[in-house]
């Protein structure tokens, strides 16, 4: 599994998908940088999102508002407060960790001896301790189970402390504490403050949504797993403002459709499932995540929650703006409640990289076997559409060849090469999973056709060049 992942990881530095950030000074920790293909396999997510979210729902409007907000955005979220994570160093090894984490940590070495009863119940018992906020009894838990786990022989434990996860720096040059800024942990808040805004401007009436995309930051603890947990990632954030009452009407229609929208990327059904928060955040009256089945387990992809009205009513306290919407349709006035649907962009760049790798083994005609890695990217995201390949470099073919590239490039992202055999080109089409080729040969002269090969099933077939663009314009959209 551990193997599985690392392909992964070395195909997309390879292949141009992501790189360490700045890698010539070693890196930074839990940053990532997107290379030539990845900048396109992510840019194609989040357009793709964007239009299922917006142009094809009449009651969603977009909002790309600033990262950094009035201070007093995170006092009243509750973040400054408490989006904070415990955790705990270990003295001996100078390592820090999220102290949840570490007993997960513990829980799997016992699963893994076999005594799966015991990890089950170390987990209920640090939930319990954790929603307490028992730090005492759960470093005692943390001592004597490093000792059962044998993960290290050392007891040499500093206390538990709440760690806050929000980035801090200075807006201009006076450096007291009034400049103090945030960079946002979620990008969520931007849409709340401009509820009123975005109502008004763009005369929404209820329900309505607001979608967004963008950076947000966490001082994540522990950084780990590639770009599953980053510092500095992407959100795609929805939330949709609904009557007090019908939240968890909006909040099952929100469900299926957030799955479906995984499934019409060709995520299957049997690598995701709802797993329903069992602890609930104080302002929330349901919630759910989307889980991905990753080679290191199902983790979240995605989460939809039910808010209440509880972010609007903060802002409306704290800034002594009302939040109220007038709804004419029952002649009252009302702090909306809020479907919130949350995905994190590199999050699904991961997983489908992940559910499209696949290393091959091809029976060729002759008996003899061939291999391929192939990346089985739905074509309305890969980075590539069409990979144009002249067969020879003269006898006119590369000016045909051209002549396709220029009428087709301005529909959609193509590739143009004309070195190498034929056979080393489709592989590298594979590779950064490019769903078609198309091959102009000395027929092409004559007939007007070219050879199309379809990545997934390596079938060919000749198609008039007319065709090209409409056969292609018909599977990316
Ligand atoms: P986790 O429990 O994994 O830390 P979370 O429950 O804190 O995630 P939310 O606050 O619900 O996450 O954020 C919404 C989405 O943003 C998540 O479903 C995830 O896809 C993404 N996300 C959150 N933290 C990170 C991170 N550090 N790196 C990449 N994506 C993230």
């Excluded at 083994?361 to 391929?372: A, Q, V």
Aim: net charge negative.
């Amino acid at each position: 599994q551990e193997n599985t992942f690392q392909t992964i990881i070395s195909h997309a530095k390879e292949y141009g998908f992501v790189f360490p950030s700045s890698e010539i000074y070693d890196g930074l920790s839990a940053v990532y940088d997107y290379g030539p293909y990845g900048s396109e396999l992510k840019k194609n997510i989040r357009d793709y999102w964007w239009k299922s979210m917006t142009q094809m729902h009449d009651n969603i409007v977009g909002l790309d508002a600033a990262i950094f907000m009035h201070p007093t955005t995170w006092k009243a979220s509750g973040h400054v407060d408490s989006f904070s994570d415990p955790m705990i160093d270990n003295k001996d090894s100078n390592k820090r960790y999220r102290v949840d984490h570490l007993i997960e940590g513990f829980a799997d070495k016992l699963t893994e001896k076999g005594e799966k009863e015991r990890a089950d119940k170390l987990v209920e018992e640090m939930n319990q301790l954790l929603a307490k906020e028992d730090f005492a009894s759960l470093k005692d838990l943390i001592v004597t189970n490093n000792i059962k786990c044998e993960v290290s022989g050392t007891t040499n434990w500093t206390d538990i402390r709440q760690f806050n996860l929000m980035f801090k720096t200075e807006i201009g040059s006076v450096a007291d504490a009034t400049n103090t800024l945030y960079l946002r942990p979620e990008t969520a808040q931007g849409i709340f403050v401009n509820f009123l805004n975005v109502q008004k401007s763009a005369r929404m009436k209820i329900p309505f949504g607001i979608a967004q995309t963008g950076k947000a930051f966490r001082n994540e603890i522990v950084a780990r797993q590639f770009i599953f947990r980053m510092r500095e990632f992407e959100q795609m954030e929805m939330q949709f403002f609904v009557r007090p009452g019908t939240e968890l009407e909006w909040f099952e229609k929100w469900k299926t459709e957030r799955l479906a929208w995984h499934q019409s990327l060709g995520i299957p059904a049997e690598k995701e499932h709802f797993l329903p928060h069992i602890k609930l955040a104080h302002y929330a009256n349901a919630a759910v995540d989307i889980e991905y089945e990753f080679s290191f387990g199902f983790k979240e992809l995605e989460g939809i929650h039910s808010r209440t009205d509880f972010d609007l009513k903060r802002h409306q306290e704290f800034s002594g703006k009302k939040m109220m919407y007038f709804d004419p349709e029952i002649n009252q006035s009302y702090i909306p409640y809020v479907i919130e649907t949350s995905i994190g962009l590199d999050r699904m760049f991961l997983a489908i990289l992940s559910n499209a790798y696949e290393e091959q083994t091809i029976n060729k005609e002759d008996g003899s076997t061939d291999s391929r890695v192939v990346l089985h990217i739905s074509p309305k995201i890969s980075p590539i559409k069409l990979a144009i390949f002249p067969l020879t470099k003269k006898d006119g073919l590369p000016e045909i060849a051209k002549g396709i590239l220029d009428d087709c490039k301005r529909s959609f992202r193509c590739y143009y090469e004309e070195k190498d055999a034929i056979g080393k080109r489709y592989r590298r089409q594979d590779a950064i999973g490019t769903p078609f080729c198309i091959t102009i040969d000395h027929q092409t002269k004559e007939d007007n056709m070219v050879t199309i090969r379809h990545r997934d099933s390596m079938t060919q077939e000749r198609i008039a060049i007319a065709d090209i663009k409409k056969i292609i314009l018909a599977e990316i959209i």
